[in-house]
């Protein structure tokens, strides 16, 4: 069975940092793309941003909101997915996703893409 466990959300003060970590099973995580992504208070449906991607080669996207700021990192012998993420601010507040490639790849533009997805962590930025 294909999982995705997410941790490390918290709540942080404008410039503060976090580190989000996505434990992936049941499927070979070195080959395959993994992004993060996030949907923010209000969105609705599959309204969401795809905040950064670590793709199989080992290269990366960043969207301009975090570039910078983030940094998404793999570990493919211990199968684990992390997103640095510094100096945070209030519009970074949202529901984290650590996400796996669908059937088609992934996407820089849209979250629909992939495949698989974790539950969740919240991260809360208070000004």
């Known amino acids: 069975e294909v999982q995705l466990l997410e941790s490390g959300g918290g709540s942080v003060q404008t410039g503060g940092s976090l580190t989000l970590s996505c434990t992936a099973s049941g499927f070979t995580f070195e080959n395959s793309d993994m992004g993060w992504y996030r949907q923010a208070p209000g969105d609705e449906g599959d309204e969401c941003e795809v905040?950064?991607?670590?793709?199989?080669?080992?290269?990366?996207y960043y969207a301009d909101s975090v570039k910078g700021r983030f940094t998404a990192s793999r570990d493919n012998t211990g199968n684990t997915l992390y997103l640095q993420m510094n100096n945070l601010v209030p519009t970074d507040t949202a529901v984290y996703y650590c996400?796996?490639?669908?059937?088609?790849?992934?996407?820089?533009?849209?979250?629909?893409?992939?495949?698989?997805w974790g539950q969740g962590t919240q991260v809360t930025v208070s000004s």
């Open positions: 905040v950064a991607i670590a793709y199989g080669d080992r290269s990366t």
């Open positions: 996400a796996k490639d669908g059937d088609y790849g992934v996407s820089t533009t849209t979250c629909a893409r992939f495949g698989i």
